[in-house]
């Protein structure tokens, strides 16, 4: 009976202990990153970028994301940090003005990626996203502004 109730115990301290390891505020890799956003040179309006870890370079981690408003985006805004390491950005642009159901506008391009080898402290990232992105709003939209 002893060393079932020992056995208990060295479970239940496991256990305990676990639980405690995951409710730490202990950080993870997120990291900040700010910056700017332009399509055929101009600001972007309003788009979304989503940051994900590159898994097929060995990186793993949460998801950031972040608005573009006025050609600028930001994670501290939202408290959604990027992963540090290599990340692929996926970008979405929209031309801003409002119409039905989509507060951001007609799509300039949809889904254009960008990878990024982030530092491990918050940065300041500037992307050029280029013409030939326009296609993809193109094909999935019809012309684009």
Do not use: H
């Amino acid at each position: 009976m002893k060393a079932m109730t020992r056995n208990l115990q060295a479970w239940l301290t496991v256990g305990i202990l676990l639980f405690l390891n995951s409710c730490s505020d202990k950080p993870s890799n997120r990291v900040d990153v700010w910056g700017t956003v332009k399509f055929k040179n101009q600001p972007i309006p309003a788009g979304l970028i989503v940051m994900n870890p590159d898994l097929s370079k060995g990186n793993d981690g949460p998801q950031g994301m972040a608005e573009i408003r006025g050609g600028r985006f930001d994670t501290r805004q939202s408290n959604k940090g990027a992963p540090s390491g290599p990340v692929i950005f996926m970008i979405d642009g929209f031309d801003g003005v409002a119409q039905g159901e989509s507060p951001s506008g007609k799509p300039l391009f949809i889904g254009y990626k960008v990878q990024l080898d982030l530092p491990k402290q918050a940065s300041e990232q500037n992307i050029d996203v280029p013409n030939s992105a326009g296609v993809t709003a193109k094909a999935a939209y019809g012309p684009v502004p």
